[in-house]
């Protein structure tokens, strides 16, 4: 199971750097098959930043990309994300996102190499795709039976 950061779809469905787009990609392409998180947040967390780049995406475009994932409620996660918040002291979307991996034993794959690295402190197994990728792939190809 993963938990993936909202940085990985901005990088996918934005093509503002083709090496970072080209990594979301790849990785995107490798999950078919697993059961993926999210906090809620992530939903805000995707309309804002494509607003904010000028681009048009509807909360009906959200539902249909994530469509397969299970996006756990503001509920489920606050209590994990407010112990993260206060051991890890990250960004305070980011203990949403830590929580959740906390919270079903999930890995955390990110573009965000500060999210990761307050993932790795409060005992996540998390991973930068722009440094990571390979590493990443590994872990994904060990959860499908493949490695």
């Known amino acids: 199971m993963i938990v993936i950061d909202t940085s990985i779809f901005v990088d996918y469905l934005f093509d ?8 979301a990609r790849k990785f995107l392409n490798s999950i078919e098959g697993l059961t993926v ?6 939903v805000i967390e995707l309309i804002s930043v494509a ?6 995406i509807s909360r009906k475009d959200i539902e249909e990309l994530t469509y397969d994932f299970e996006i756990l409620s503001e509920d489920f996660v606050f209590d ?3 112990n993260v918040a206060e ?3 990250p960004r305070a979307a980011d203990s949403y996102f830590i929580a959740t991996a906390r919270l079903t034993n999930s890995i955390l794959i990110s573009s965000d190499r500060l999210m990761v690295r307050n993932g790795k ?11 990571e990728l390979e590493k990443a792939l590994e872990a994904i190809g060990k959860l499908k039976g493949e490695g």
Request: charged share 40%; aromatic share 10%.
């Open 37 to 42: 998180f999210v906090p809620k947040i992530f």
């Open 16 to 23: 503002r750097d083709e090496n970072r787009n080209e990594k």
């Open 121 to 131: 402190k409060y005992g996540i197994e998390a991973y930068c795709l722009l440094d």
């Open 87 to 89: 051991k890890v002291h």
């Open 51 to 56: 607003k904010r780049l000028g681009i048009e």
């Open 80 to 82: 994990e994300a407010l």
